[in-house]
């Protein structure tokens, strides 16, 4: 009784095995393994059912039982070589999938920062020149008798139009630094810590041999607003009092070492739930490059970033000077 229960049982199982291997044919795109391996599956419930024949006194031939077996090893081995064109169609698609997400992660960020540069163009040819003029006007009353009372409203309104005129610099600058886009990345970066460090009690180090290399857009523009990303973090969250950056070209990398001496935190943690990191990995996977966070609490942060630059240096020719809201700046700026 135990034996016809359990080849009832064996048959329901080589049937229900069947049914997921004829969904995976359509899955696949009809891939012969399974193809194999249902064959194989309809010849085993075959066997199971002559030997559920043969417990109930049924005469079964020992060579239907033997051709069944030889049939059910030749497609299980065929199958079993085909696999690898399984395995390697599965990795082309995985391949595929990342490829398009690679290219939809390059156009967004493309086109973010085409939108950032025209927003600050628009402001900068727009507004800053208004605001320019309103300065020069008032500029242009200085030298006129006021009494006191009027005196101190014509300076607070020309101090606010030079208030707006700074913050119109810093939030065109900020939407798309022009000394990124002019001068290059070391330039960039060194711009930005001067801006981060007059405004934070924090001090930046900050040391590179680009000299003036310049390299592709998409190159400079990521490894910059990497580069910002991990300042503001370690400025808002980490309670750092230094931060040390390096940026240098070794053989065909371009290399970007950070570190902050704050709280530290768990970066898988920070990765999964925000706070910029993984908007960084987003952009360092856009280059094929390699992110390596480190950090525990306590003893801040370190962050590794390379990025294979060969064939991506580049010859400008030397930027011409810009006008209009944007002061002299100095050695260094």
């Not at 030749?74 to 390697?88: P, R, W």
């Not at 139009?161 to 798309?176: G, K, Q, T, Y």
């Not at 041999?209 to 973090?233: A, F, G």
């Amino acid at each position: 009784m135990m034996v016809k229960v359990l080849l009832y049982l064996a048959i329901i199982v080589q049937f229900v095995a069947m049914y997921y291997a004829i969904r995976l044919v359509r899955a696949t795109k009809y891939s012969a393994i399974w193809i194999l391996f249902i064959i194989g599956f309809v010849v085993l419930a075959a066997e199971r059912v002559l030997q559920l024949l043969s417990a109930y006194g049924f005469q079964v031939s020992v060579w239907t039982i033997v051709w069944h077996d030889i049939v059910v090893s030749l497609c299980v081995s065929i199958g079993v070589v085909l696999l690898d064109k399984l395995i390697i169609y599965i990795e082309r698609l995985n391949n595929h999938r990342q490829l398009t997400n690679k290219r939809i992660m390059t156009a967004v960020l493309r086109t973010e920062e085409r939108t950032r540069a025209n927003f600050s163009k628009e402001l900068h040819d727009g507004l800053g020149p208004l605001l320019s003029s309103a300065k020069i006007s008032l500029s242009a009353l200085a030298h006129s008798e006021h009494d006191a009372a009027r005196k101190e409203i014509f300076d607070n309104t020309l101090h606010v139009i030079e208030e707006a005129v700074n913050s119109l610099r810093e939030i065109s600058n900020n939407l798309s630094p022009h000394v990124l886009a002019d001068f290059g990345l070391a330039r960039g970066i060194q711009n930005f810590i001067d801006r981060s460090a007059s405004l934070h009690n924090v001090k930046i180090s900050f040391t590179t041999n680009l000299k003036r290399n310049r390299y592709n857009t998409d190159i400079e523009v990521v490894l910059y607003r990497v580069v910002c990303e991990l300042i503001n973090n370690s400025l808002k969250h980490s309670g750092c009092s230094e931060i040390h950056l390096s940026l240098s070209v070794v053989g065909d990398e371009l290399e970007l070492q950070y570190r902050d001496n704050g709280r530290g935190f768990n970066p898988q943690a920070m990765i999964e739930c925000g706070m910029g990191l993984s908007n960084i990995n987003s952009r360092i996977n856009t280059l094929n490059g390699e992110l390596d966070i480190t950090s525990s609490k306590g003893k801040g942060m370190q962050a590794s970033v390379k990025v294979n630059v060969r064939g991506a240096l580049k010859t400008v020719e030397k930027p011409l000077p810009r006008r209009g809201l944007h002061r002299r700046r100095k050695v260094g700026e």
